[in-house]
């Protein structure tokens, strides 16, 4: 699977949109990115992902390049809840397949 | 419904001593996945069942650390001779069926050898 690059932290005010990005310059045509993100404490919890068209879900937008060498993670309207670790995964749409962290991006929702 | 359950949360146990650690995935899911997470790092993959069968255990890093789902639902990992390095939060994750999108990932169980 493709390596990614995220910043590893990054602050946000309350009520305002988190911008997170990733690069993962050498994604192959079938591999997907994948958005995870862990509160303190807890397991790993499943965001959104995306092939190459922009998604949108009930948590957040995921906006894919064109040339799909980076991704941001867009939380519209940030809130304390919202601060946690957020992990960039590319991952191959195979049988099995594991995801692969990297060291995620440390996001701080301050009031 | 009911997420992925892990126990116990926390264990304590001596070096060399033998540890077991479960998962209770979620019901129907037919993929389960183990992963080991040491502090300021993001988890690592173990192992992946495919109902019964281990598909893939590439990630165990030696043969100390074993685990099976013998009727396909819960899976148990088991440590034998447990060294300090083996301190980590272990995540259990299940998902539906092979590949599929979204995996589910319990709260983990925090073991420490001391």
């Known amino acids: 699977d493709a390596k990614t690059t995220q910043p590893p932290s990054m602050d946000c005010a309350e009520g305002r949109a988190a911008n997170l990005p990733c690069n993962h310059s050498t994604i192959s045509g079938n591999e997907y990115v994948y958005w995870y993100r862990q509160i303190h404490s807890q397991g790993p919890q499943y965001i959104i992902h995306g092939l190459k068209n922009n998604e949108t879900n009930e948590m957040a937008s995921l906006i894919i390049t064109e040339d799909r060498k980076s991704s941001t993670l867009i939380l519209p309207h940030a809130t304390l809840r919202d601060t946690a670790v957020y992990y960039c995964?590319?991952?191959?749409?195979?049988?099995?397949?594991?995801?692969?962290f990297g060291g995620g991006t440390r996001l701080m929702v301050k009031p | 419904g009911a997420g992925v359950s892990q126990t116990p949360s926390n264990k304590v146990t001596e070096k060399g001593k033998y540890v077991e650690l479960r998962c209770d995935p979620i019901?129907?899911?037919?993929?389960l996945y183990w992963y080991r997470q040491s502090l300021g790092q993001g988890p690592e993959f173990l192992i992946y069942?495919?109902?019964?069968?281990?598909?893939?255990d590439s990630g165990l890093p030696n043969d100390r650390f074993f685990a099976v789902r013998p009727e396909g639902s819960v899976s148990t990992l088991k440590i034998q001779r447990t060294e300090r390095g083996d301190s980590a939060v272990y995540l259990c994750?299940?998902?539906?069926?092979?590949?599929?999108?979204?995996?589910?990932f319990g709260p983990g169980t925090r073991l420490t050898v001391l």
């Open positions: 994750a299940s998902s539906l069926r092979d590949g599929s999108d979204e995996q589910f």
């Open positions: 069942f495919q109902g019964t069968g281990a598909a893939d």
């Open positions: 019901s129907g899911h037919t993929a």
């Open positions: 995964i590319v991952r191959g749409d195979n049988a099995g397949n594991m995801l692969t």
